[in-house]
């Protein structure tokens, strides 16, 4: 099965009713992909591209007209590389979202990502502040085979942190995934306890390969943008890894983010398996929208 086959569900009889590319049809293919949630500015760029390539290279035929549309799409998510960089050992992944996005769960799926490249990863549960958020992210470590640095629930994040460095330092760990909380309502909080999960990995691994991973659900549409927005502000965000692509008609949001953020998407959910967060793929992604 391709990688995005389940969301093929999403698409739309838009060119099973092809008959010209003319006015009409490319303001309903501009109401479509809104409705897949690429937000009017980026909808209204995207039909605008497509409409001067058309017009361009003179096409009228139903496969050339899709195949268009498919690169203007794949351009405007073209914002930077896609791979995870694990480059360094130790390397450093910080995990940010708010709760409810699958945060946790994406840390784990990565995990079992990053053993089946043959690396040795380490989690570390530097979310103390939600209840049982270490608990998870055991259960997930055990799934994918990996380490886990925890402490109590309330335990400063960076001492877990500081923990988990050491740790990944005196074991020969290639990676370490580090989940912290998900809270969005106070972003001076956030933004002090991130500048100093930072400041210890500058200190104790210098020079280390890092990656500022934001989790978001595509099935919240437009405030997933939002939430985007707002951690790059706090952040400095490296990717994006969005879940629960499955079967949700708002997938177009990954095109948005990459064309107003200019943050790419590095990871899709599209299943609840262990196998189903995937590299992102824009050219499957981008026919999977059409």
């Not at 460095?165 to 020969?172: F, I």
């Not at 934001?214 to 985007?228: C, R």
Request: glycine share 8%.
């Amino acid at each position: 099965m391709g990688f995005f086959d389940k969301l093929k569900k999403i698409t739309t009889n838009l060119f099973s009713t092809f008959t010209e590319a003319d006015e009409a049809f490319f303001e309903e293919l501009e109401e479509t992909l809104i409705l897949a949630d690429l937000g009017v500015e980026t909808a209204t760029e995207a039909v605008e591209r497509l409409r001067e390539t058309v017009r361009k290279e003179k096409l009228q035929d139903q496969e050339e007209v899709r195949a268009a549309l498919r690169r203007v799409l794949v351009e405007l998510l073209d914002v930077g590389a896609v791979e995870l960089d694990a480059s360094t050992a130790p390397s450093v992944m910080l995990f940010i979202g708010v709760n409810g996005v699958g945060k946790t769960t994406s840390i784990g799926k990565v995990a079992h990502l990053l053993k089946q490249r043959g690396k040795r990863v380490l989690l570390c549960a530097a979310d103390t502040f939600r209840a049982a958020a270490a608990d998870q992210l055991e259960i997930w470590a055990q799934r994918a085979g990996c380490e886990i640095v925890r402490q109590h629930e309330g335990a400063d994040p960076g001492a877990v942190l500081f923990d988990a460095l050491q740790a990944a330092k005196a074991r020969g760990v290639d990676v370490v995934l580090c989940d912290t909380a998900g809270r969005l309502h106070n972003k001076q909080n956030l933004m002090a306890e991130l500048a100093k999960l930072s400041k210890i990995i500058d200190r104790e691994c210098p020079g280390a390969a890092r990656e500022t991973l934001l989790v978001l659900d595509a099935t919240t549409g437009q405030n997933g943008l939002i939430q985007a927005r707002t951690f790059k502000e706090t952040a400095g965000l490296t990717g994006i890894i969005l879940t629960k692509l499955d079967g949700t008609a708002k997938g177009g949001i990954a095109v948005a983010i990459a064309r107003e953020l200019g943050v790419p998407v590095k990871l899709a959910g599209v299943g609840e398996g262990i196998d189903d967060l995937k590299p992102f793929d824009a050219g499957e992604y981008a026919e999977a929208i059409i």
